[in-house]
C-alpha cells in the first residue's frame, strides 16, 4: 500500500502549481494589455492624470452614466432571475420528453448577434410590429400603441432575453443535485410549501444563484449593442460611454479614467461577491439528478410546466421564431412597384447566400462562415477549460488562503473590461516577437477565452465547494491519490457543471462580435460577422440573407449545444 | 477523447496558418470592415508584383484609426485604407502616414485632395443624402421634400429619422451637412425646428434605415431617413423581386448633402515601401476604381473609371455638396455634437 495521499495541495506551492497556467495567460493577454493602454491613454494627457478626474468628478453627464450604468444592471438582473428561477426549478427537479431541446432553445439567445435581436423585437415590438399591428387593427387605432425603440423597457427586455439562460443552466444544474428529502423533511416538520421555499430551498441555493447573478450583473454592466441599438440616444452606459470618448473623440486619457472606473465597479463587486460566497456555501450531500428528479405525474404538475415552458418559449424564442419565419417569406411587392408578386414561401434568400454574385474576395459561403465559427468555439472551449478547472480546483479547495482571496475577485475582472481598452491593448503590446499576434486569427479564441474563463470557473466553484470533504477524505484514507480522487469523487459529481462550462464557452464564442470584428481575417468570417455584413448594405435581397443567415446560426447554436449534452465526462456522466 | 483531440488539432492548424508562409512577399492592407474588392481583380495584382496581399480588417472606420495611430511606427500593415474626411485631421495630426506624390493623382481633380502633403490619398467618395419613400409621397399627395429647410414644413412633421452624429457616420456627416449649409451659427436654429416637427434619432444606421425607414424592407412608419445617395439604386441591385425603378430616391439640391472622402496612404514604418507604392497606385488605377462601386457602394475619384449604366440610370447625384473643411470638423466636432445634444436630445 502506497502512503495516503491527502487530496488537497498541502503547500502553497500545490496551490500555485494550480494557478501557474490561468495566471500566466491573465498576465499576457490581460493585464499586460490592459496597463499598456492606460499606460498611453494616459501619458497623452497633456496635464497629467489630474485633467480627466476632475472631468469624471465635475461632469453631471458622467455622473448619469454612472448611476444608470448601476441602475438599469441591477433590474435587469432582477427581472432575470425573476424569468430564470421557475424555469430552473422545472428544468432542475422535473424529468420530462424535449427537456434538452427546451435547454438548447432557451439557450440560442446568449449567442444571438445584437443587430439580429434588434430586428427580431422589432419584427415583434417595433412601431409595424406584428402585436402594434394588433392592437391597430383590434381597437382602430391611428397610432402604434407601444413605443419600443429608444426605451428603457426595450433595454431591460433584451438583457432578460440574452441572459435568461445564465440562471437557467448554473442554478437548474445545482438544483438538481440538492438532496429533495430536505425540503421534505422541513415539511414533515410543518413548514408550508412557501416556507420551505423561502427557508431551506433558497438558502441551499445560495451559492448558485449569487455566481449567477454576478455573471448577469456583470454581462449587464458592461452592455454595450443593446444599449446603443435598442436603448436610443437618451441612454449611455460606461461602456458605451467609453466607446465615444475613444472612436468619436479620440479623448483617450478621459476614456482611461472611465475604464479604470468600470474596472473598480467591477472589483467590488466581486470581492463582495466573494466575501458573500465564503459565507453561504455549506458542504451538502449532492445526489445525481436520477435521484432528485421525479416525472410530472400529477395533471397540476403537468399544468404548471406546461405554463413555465409556454412563459419562457415565448419570451425567449418567439421573437426569434418570427425572424426566422421571415427568412423564408417572400416579400410582397409594394413599395411603389405596379409588378404584381404573389406572396408566398420561398427559399430564395438562402439560395442566395452560396451565390457569389460580385465575385467578392470576401464573400464566404455559409459553410465557411460555420466551419470558421465552430473552429473558434472549439479552441475557445478546450482553452476555456484548460485555463478555468485549475483555477476552479484551487478556488475550491483552499477558500481561506491569501491566493485564493486575492485571485478570485481578479479572475472576474476580464468580464467587467472595456472591450474597446483590451482590443486597443492588444494593438500596443503584443507587437513585438515572441508574441508579435496583432495580425493572427489566434487572438480571436484568445479573446473569447477571456469572457469565458470567469464563467468557467464560475460554473464548476459552487459545486466543488459543496462536496464534503470527508468524501475526499475517505478516498484518501482508502488509498486514492489526489488524480484519482478528482476522477473518481470530484469529477463525477460535478460532471454536468463541466459540461455546463463548456456550453457557455462554446455559446460565448459563437455569439462574440466586438473583439472578432477587430482580428478576424475578412476572408473568414465568422457568422455574426457575415451577417452585421449583410445587414450593413441596402436593399430586400440582404435584408432577406441576413435573416437566412441568422436562422442557420440559430440551428448550429442549438445543435452545438444538444452535441455538448451528449458528452459524458470521465467516462461516468451523471453517475 | 478523439474530439478533444480533432480540436487540438483544428486550434493548432489555426496557428500554423497564421505563420507567414515563405514564397512570394507579403504586402499588408489594413481597411475598415466596409471594404470589399473582385477577386479577379487582386489576383491580377498579385500576379503582375508577385506577391500576396493579405488584408486586415480592423472594425468601422473610427475603430481602425485608433489601431493605426496606436501601432504608429511600428504598423499592423503597409498601407491603411478608410480614413475619411471626417477623420482625416486626426490621422495627419497623428502622423501616421509617409507622403507619396503618386503619378496617378495627375488625373484626379483637385477638390478631392485635401492633403496637400499627399500623405493621405483619395480613393473614392460617397454623398450622405436624405432618402425618402416614394411611395409615401405619391399615396398621400405629397410634395417630396426638395431642400432641407423643407422639413420644417407641417406637412412633413414625423415624417424624419436621423441618425445620431455621436454615434453614426452618416449621422454625423448629415449634422455637418446642416453646418454646411446654415453655417456654425444657423445649424443649430435648424435643428431646433427639426426638433419641434418631431424629429425622430436613433443611434445607427441599421436601426434608422431598417427598422424606422418606411422605403426599405423593414417597413418602418417613417418615409423620410438620411442614408447614402447610392442607397436607392442598391435597393434595385439586391431586390428581392426584379425593379424597374428604386422604391427611394435621395434629395440631392445644392447644400442637402455631405460628401464623405475616403483616403489611403502607406503606413510610417513600412518595411515593404515598393509594395505600398504599387498598391497605392493600383488604388487610383481604373482597374480597381472601376470594381469599387458595385463592391463597396462609393463612387471613383479617377473621372476616367467608366460608372456601370445601371447607376446613371438610377442615380442622382448631388451637383453641389455642403463643404465643411477637414481642420474645421476636427477643431469643432466635440463642441458641435456637445451643441446638437443640448438642443434635440435634452
Given at each position: 500500500m502506497t502512503t495516503p495521499h491527502r487530496p488537497r495541495p498541502k503547500t502553497a506551492l500545490g496551490s500555485l502549481a494550480l494557478w501557474l497556467a490561468p495566471l500566466t495567460f491573465l498576465t499576457l493577454f490581460y493585464i499586460y494589455p490592459l496597463a499598456g493602454i492606460l499606460g498611453v491613454s494616459f501619458a497623452r494627457s497633456p496635464a497629467g492624470l489630474a485633467a480627466p478626474l476632475r472631468t469624471l468628478v465635475t461632469s453631471p453627464h458622467l455622473r448619469g452614466v454612472l448611476g444608470f450604468t448601476f441602475g438599469q444592471a441591477a433590474l435587469s438582473t432582477a427581472l432575470t432571475l425573476l424569468v430564470g428561477l421557475p424555469g430552473a426549478y422545472l428544468l432542475a427537479r422535473f424529468e420530462f420528453r424535449g427537456k434538452s431541446l427546451l435547454r438548447a432553445l432557451t439557450g440560442i439567445p446568449f449567442v444571438m448577434p445584437t443587430l439580429v435581436v434588434a430586428a427580431a423585437f422589432n419584427a415583434l415590438l417595433g412601431p409595424r410590429g406584428w402585436v402594434n399591428l394588433g392592437l391597430m387593427q383590434a381597437f382602430g387605432l391611428a397610432e402604434p400603441p407601444i413605443e419600443f425603440v429608444n426605451t428603457l423597457g426595450a433595454i431591460l427586455l433584451a438583457h432578460v432575453f440574452y441572459n435568461t439562460t445564465i440562471v437557467l443552466r448554473m442554478v437548474g444544474d445545482f438544483w438538481s443535485h440538492l438532496d429533495p428529502r430536505l425540503s421534505g423533511a422541513a415539511q414533515t416538520l410543518g413548514a408550508n410549501r412557501w416556507k420551505t421555499l423561502w427557508r431551506v430551498t433558497l438558502p441551499l441555493l445560495m451559492p448558485a444563484i449569487a455566481s449567477a447573478s454576478l455573471l448577469v450583473f456583470l454581462f449587464d454592466f458592461t452592455s454595450f449593442g443593446v444599449v446603443l441599438i435598442l436603448g436610443g440616444p437618451r441612454f449611455a452606459t460606461l461602456e458605451v460611454e467609453i466607446y465615444r470618448q475613444t472612436v468619436s473623440l479620440f479623448n483617450l486619457p478621459l476614456a482611461a479614467v472611465l475604464s479604470l472606473l468600470q474596472l473598480a465597479c467591477t472589483l467590488t463587486l466581486t470581492i463582495l461577491y466573494t466575501r458573500l460566497a465564503s459565507r453561504l456555501t455549506r458542504p451538502l450531500a449532492l445526489k445525481p439528478p436520477s435521484y432528485t428528479q421525479r416525472r410530472l405525474l400529477t395533471r397540476p404538475a403537468r399544468l404548471a410546466a406546461a405554463g413555465a415552458t409556454a412563459l419562457l418559449l415565448l419570451l425567449l424564442t418567439s421573437p426569434l421564431a418570427a425572424l426566422a419565419a421571415r427568412s423564408f417569406a417572400r416579400l410582397d411587392p409594394e413599395r411603389g412597384q405596379n409588378t404584381p408578386v404573389a406572396a408566398g414561401l420561398t427559399l430564395d434568400f438562402y439560395r442566395e447566400l452560396s451565390v457569389n454574385r460580385r465575385l467578392s474576395l470576401f464573400y464566404a459561403s455559409p459553410a465557411t462562415a460555420i466551419g470558421v465559427s465552430l473552429a473558434y468555439a472549439s479552441a475557445t472551449v478546450i482553452l476555456a477549460l484548460a485555463l478555468g478547472m485549475p483555477a476552479a480546483w484551487a478556488l475550491a479547495y483552499r477558500t481561506q488562503t491569501l491566493s485564493t482571496r486575492v485571485f478570485d475577485p481578479l479572475l472576474m475582472l476580464p468580464l467587467g473590461t472595456s472591450a474597446v481598452s483590451l482590443g486597443l491593448g492588444f494593438i500596443l503590446v503584443l507587437?513585438?516577437?515572441?508574441?508579435?499576434?496583432?495580425?493572427?486569427?489566434?487572438?480571436v479564441p484568445l479573446a473569447h477565452t477571456l469572457v469565458a474563463f470567469p464563467f468557467v470557473v464560475r460554473s464548476l466553484t459552487p459545486g466543488l465547494r459543496s462536496i464534503r470533504p470527508q468524501l475526499r477524505q475517505a478516498a484518501a484514507t482508502l488509498g486514492a491519490g489526489p488524480f484519482q480522487v478528482v476522477r473518481r469523487i470530484d469529477l463525477p459529481l460535478i460532471g454536468r457543471a463541466v459540461l455546463v462550462a463548456a456550453t457557455f464557452a462554446f455559446m460565448i464564442s459563437l455569439g462574440e462580435f466586438g473583439a472578432t470584428a477587430l482580428i478576424a481575417r475578412p476572408e473568414y468570417p465568422t457568422v455574426p460577422l457575415a451577417i452585421y455584413r449583410l445587414l450593413s448594405r441596402p436593399g430586400a435581397l440582404n435584408y432577406g440573407q441576413a435573416l437566412a443567415l441568422s436562422t442557420i446560426l440559430m440551428a448550429v447554436c442549438a445543435g452545438g449545444m444538444l452535441v455538448i449534452e451528449r458528452l459524458r465526462i470521465a467516462e461516468v456522466g451523471e453517475f | 477523447m478523439f474530439r478533444r483531440v480533432s480540436f487540438l488539432w483544428l486550434f493548432g492548424a489555426l496557428l500554423i496558418a497564421s505563420c507567414a508562409p515563405p514564397g512570394p512577399r507579403v504586402l499588408r492592407v489594413m481597411t475598415h470592415d466596409s471594404f470589399a474588392v473582385s477577386e479577379p481583380v487582386v489576383s491580377a495584382f498579385e500576379a503582375e508584383h508577385n506577391l500576396t496581399v493579405q488584408f486586415l480588417s480592423s472594425g468601422d472606420a473610427g475603430e481602425a484609426l485608433n489601431k493605426a495611430i496606436l501601432s504608429a511606427g511600428n504598423p499592423l500593415a503597409d498601407v491603411f485604407y478608410g480614413v475619411d474626411n471626417t477623420f482625416l485631421s486626426r490621422a495627419l495630426t497623428e502622423n501616421i502616414f509617409e507622403p507619396y506624390h503618386s503619378p496617378l493623382l495627375a488625373e484626379i481633380p483637385d477638390s478631392f485632395k485635401l492633403d496637400p502633403t499627399d500623405q493621405a490619398l483619395p480613393v473614392d467618395y460617397g454623398d450622405v443624402c436624405l432618402n425618402y419613400d416614394r411611395a409615401f409621397f405619391t399615396e398621400h399627395n405629397l410634395q417630396p421634400p426638395q431642400r432641407l429647410e423643407d422639413l420644417l414644413e407641417p406637412e412633413y412633421r414625423g415624417l424624419l429619422v436621423v441618425e445620431n452624429p455621436a454615434s453614426s457616420s452618416p449621422g454625423l456627416a448629415f449634422l455637418l451637412a446642416t453646418v454646411g449649409h446654415f453655417g456654425p451659427e444657423g445649424f443649430l436654429p435648424y435643428w431646433e425646428g427639426l426638433r419641434q416637427n418631431d424629429v425622430l434619432v436613433v443611434n445607427d444606421w441599421g436601426t434608422a434605415y431598417n427598422t424606422e425607414f418606411s422605403g426599405s424592407s423593414g417597413r418602418g412608419p417613417r418615409p423620410i431617413v438620411v442614408s447614402y445617395g447610392s442607397s436607392p439604386p442598391f435597393e434595385v441591385l439586391y431586390s428581392a423581386q426584379p425593379l424597374e425603378q428604386p422604391p427611394t430616391a435621395a434629395v440631392v439640391s445644392d447644400g442637402s448633402c455631405f460628401r464623405q472622402i475616403e483616403f489611403v496612404g502607406i503606413l510610417r514604418g513600412t518595411h515593404n515601401r515598393d509594395l505600398a507604392e504599387a498598391w497605392v497606385d493600383f488604388m487610383l488605377s481604373t482597374t480597381f476604381q472601376e470594381d469599387m462601386p458595385l463592391q463597396m457602394y462609393v463612387f471613383p475619384v479617377n473621372p476616367n473609371a467608366r460608372l456601370d449604366e445601371m447607376f446613371t440610370r438610377t442615380m442622382a447625384e448631388p451637383q453641389h455638396p455642403a463643404v465643411v473643411s477637414p481642420d474645421d470638423i476636427a477643431a469643432h466636432r466635440e463642441a458641435w455634437i456637445q451643441a446638437w445634444t443640448e438642443t434635440v436630445l435634452q
Open positions: 507587437g513585438r516577437p515572441p508574441l508579435d499576434l496583432r495580425a493572427s486569427p489566434v487572438l | -
